[in-house]
């Protein structure tokens, strides 16, 4: 199937080897990739990504004035601070992939604005370009699965078309601290994408803790993480006293590929029908990890693109 979703604006590069030799990934033992930290785009004439970020947090500031929280809203297990999730989900108890509601149809036009607006609109171009460079056929796995779900549903609406995750929260903040957690609904053999926003002294505060992996990391506002967010338990510390820390995640949850797999259809609906998956849960969750290039050939397929860029 062709699909539509992919990086066609000249401000969204694909990954190049100055990108690639400042960014860093942490392997498991076997070699297989776990964290991919990205180094942040290089600043240019006609492409600021300082601009973008400015843009996207005072996009931020505008949601939290404009937008109406429901009151009996149950707390958000993740930490204190505001959030809003916008995109495709399936998962607990639905019966099919849904555009998660806003309640309102003010709140609609609200996160609508904020998904065309440019500084949201750049880290996403950022994000997919950086997880086509390092992880090409997993990204390749996430579009296919979202292009099969809007084929079959033309109700649905993505949140970008430069993009190819499901979804996407903004964490409005203006003190963002999350609690150890993980995203156990998130697809587990892929990764989430997390880039921080406001002002703060990251040598100190808001410092992402992998707790299975015992490391702590610097992770300054604008820099791009992705993350097992599904497998490994994640937090980040406090932020100083007038500090401000907001992010910007996207994700895609793992039942929407076993919507795929099971033919647009419950897995319910689908063993009723005589259907059986092929793999064991497993197994495809194996087959998904191997989805993933070791970093030495990311590395390598880099410096072959500038060689031949250079001829």
């Known amino acids: 199937m062709g699909c539509k979703y992919s990086i066609s604006d000249s401000i969204y590069r694909p990954l190049n080897l100055a990108i690639i030799s400042e960014s860093r990934m942490i392997v498991a033992k076997n070699g297989e990739p776990l964290v991919y ?12 990504w300082n601009e973008a970020l400015k843009q996207a947090t005072e996009r931020y500031r505008k949601i939290l004035k404009t937008y109406r929280f429901a009151r009996t809203k149950k707390r958000n297990r993740r930490g204190d601070y505001k959030f809003v999730n916008c995109g495709l989900s399936y998962g607990g108890g639905q019966k099919r992939v849904q555009n998660i509601s806003q309640g309102s149809k003010g709140n609609a036009k609200v996160v609508e604005e904020a998904l065309e607006d440019p500084g949201i609109r750049r880290m996403a171009g950022f994000i997919d370009a ?6 090409p056929r997993v990204r390749e796995h996430y579009c296919d699965t979202l ?6 549903d033309k109700t649905l609406t993505p949140n970008f078309t430069n993009n190819v995750f499901a979804a996407a929260t903004f964490n409005l903040g203006p003190n963002v601290t ?3 957690h993980t995203d156990h609904m998130n697809y587990v053999s892929g990764w989430c994408a997390i880039i921080p926003l406001g002002d703060f002294n990251y040598h100190r505060g808001g410092l992402l803790v992998l ?3 015992k490391l ?15 497998l490994l338990q994640h937090s980040n510390t ?9 992010s910007f995640t996207q994700f895609s949850a793992g039942g929407l590929f076993r919507w795929v797999d099971c033919g647009c259809k419950t897995q319910k609906d689908f063993e ?3 259907g059986t998956l092929p793999q064991s849960g497993r197994q495809r969750w194996l087959d998904g990890l191997a989805r993933f290039d070791k970093w030495e050939d990311v590395v390598a397929r880099g410096l072959a693109a500038v060689s031949g860029r250079r001829h």
């Open 37 to 48: 930290m990205a180094a942040r785009p290089k600043e240019t004439p006609t492409s600021s």
């Open 130 to 135: 950086c997880f086509n460079g390092v992880a």
């Open 147 to 152: 292009c099969t779900i809007l084929e079959h």
């Open 178 to 180: 999350t609690a150890r």
């Open 211 to 213: 707790w299975d992996l």
């Open 216 to 230: 702590v990391i610097e992770f300054p506002p604008g820099t791009l993480i992705f993350l097992p967010s599904a």
């Open 238 to 246: 406090p932020i100083g006293r007038g500090e401000t820390r907001m």
């Open 272 to 274: 009723a029908e005589g």
